[in-house]
T-cell receptor
Framework: DVKVTQSSRYLVKRTGEKVFLECVQD?????MFWYRQDPGLGLRLIYF???????EKGDIPEGYSVSREKKERFSLILESASTNQTSMYLC???????????????FGPGTRLTVL | DAKTTQPNSMESNEEEPVHLPCNHS???????IHWYRQLPSQGPEYVIH???SNVNNRMASLAIAEDRKSSTLILHRATLRDAAVYYC?????????????FGTGTRLQVFP
């Protein structure tokens, strides 16, 4: 079974802190994604990566950065956390198989971040 | 990106069939239709996807209208475990990184 794990289920941080959210997948997937989920807004894509050291902005990248130094790990960084970044953060990965029209995304359980 | 419209919520009784509708009137000829669901306190999981023909798998069936402006996810016999938020998503064939754009989905309640 594909496993996508996230470093914490719950996290509480203070305004202005630097926050790292870690995601690890164990199936050698090429693509990795970070979403945030808020009531009434659904899931919104923050950043994604299709290869080591490669990243692309999603729909709401402001206030976030990412790092992908190894294929299995994709980190989301909040340089200076703010209260409006209180949210559920979900990581996902997909195989990115060449020649396959669509590769299913596998999601982690999520990290509920509260910024006070 | 083309948008989808789904009802906010639906209800069903256990062991009855459930038809979850999705409208996508601005769909383009190369957009795939995907369905994911999110069980309580979990990340979303893939359910099914299709282009033009109806599709079946162990979880559900996907019925796609002939003009492709709407589709229906069919759960043949709902169980309590099927209570979740169901997302209908259009994905352009041109994407090469499996990017998905989620809407707000349909919350399905299943009653014993």
């Amino acid at each position: 079974d594909v496993k996508v794990t996230q470093s914490s289920r719950y996290l509480v941080k203070r305004t202005g802190e630097k926050v790292f959210l870690e995601c690890v997948q164990d199936m050698d997937h090429e693509n990795m994604f970070w979403y945030r989920q808020d009531p009434g807004l659904g899931l919104r894509l923050i950043y994604f990566s299709y290869d080591v050291k490669m990243k692309e902005k999603g729909d709401i990248p402001e206030g976030y950065s990412v790092s992908r130094e190894k294929k299995e790990r994709f980190s989301l960084i909040l340089e200076s956390a703010s209260t409006n970044q209180t949210s559920m953060y979900l990581c996902a990965s997909s195989p990115g198989l060449a020649g396959v029209v669509y590769n299913e995304q596998f999601f982690g359980p999520g990290t509920r971040l509260t910024v006070l | 990106d083309a948008k989808t419209t789904q009802p906010n919520s639906m209800e069903s009784n256990e062991e009855e069939p459930v038809h979850l509708p999705c409208n996508h009137s601005t769909i383009s000829g190369t957009d795939y239709i995907h369905w994911y669901r999110q069980l309580p306190s979990q990340g979303p999981e893939y359910v099914i996807h299709g282009l033009t023909s109806n599709v079946n798998n162990r979880m559900a069936s996907l019925a796609i209208a002939e003009d492709r402006k709407s589709s229906t996810l069919i759960l043949h016999r709902a169980t309590l475990r099927d209570a979740a938020v169901y997302y209908c998503i259009l994905r352009p064939r041109s994407y090469n990184t499996d990017k998905l754009i989620f809407g707000t989905g349909t919350r399905l309640q299943v009653f014993p």
